[in-house]
């Protein structure tokens, strides 16, 4: 444990911001998982709802520095590269 009182109070930010970001983390995943499962099922109108909901999750996720840029983007254009094909 740390003793000094700065080094207590980035203990607690660091707790808070890795519960924070591990949340964004997990909603980017499930959102993934669901346009795979509905790419695989060829429902088009939930694969552009979700494929636009996951890139504003994904664009966020950049913006607060949880995730990096190039790691959105080639997310983003995968997933929107498997959607084309089946519409």
């Not at 607690?12 to 998982?33: A, F, P, S, Y």
């Given at each position: 444990?740390?003793?000094?009182?700065?080094?207590?109070?980035?203990?607690?930010?660091?707790?808070?911001?890795?519960?924070?970001?591990?949340?964004?983390?997990?909603?980017?995943?499930?959102?993934?998982?669901?346009?795979?499962?509905?790419?695989?099922?060829k429902k088009n109108s939930?694969?552009?709802?979700?494929?636009?909901?996951?890139?504003?999750?994904?664009?966020?996720?950049?913006?607060?520095?949880?995730?990096?840029?190039?790691?959105?983007?080639?997310?983003?254009?995968?997933?929107?590269?498997?959607?084309?094909?089946?519409?």
């Open positions: 444990m740390p003793i000094k009182k700065s080094a207590q109070k980035a203990l607690r930010q660091t707790h808070k911001r890795t519960l924070v970001n591990r949340v964004i983390k997990v909603n980017i995943v499930d959102l993934q998982k669901k346009l795979e499962k509905a790419i695989s099922q939930e694969v552009k709802s979700l494929l636009s909901e996951l890139a504003q999750a994904v664009d966020k996720a950049v913006k607060t520095n949880v995730m990096k840029k190039n790691t959105a983007s080639r997310m983003k254009s995968r997933l929107q590269k498997a959607a084309n094909k089946i519409s």
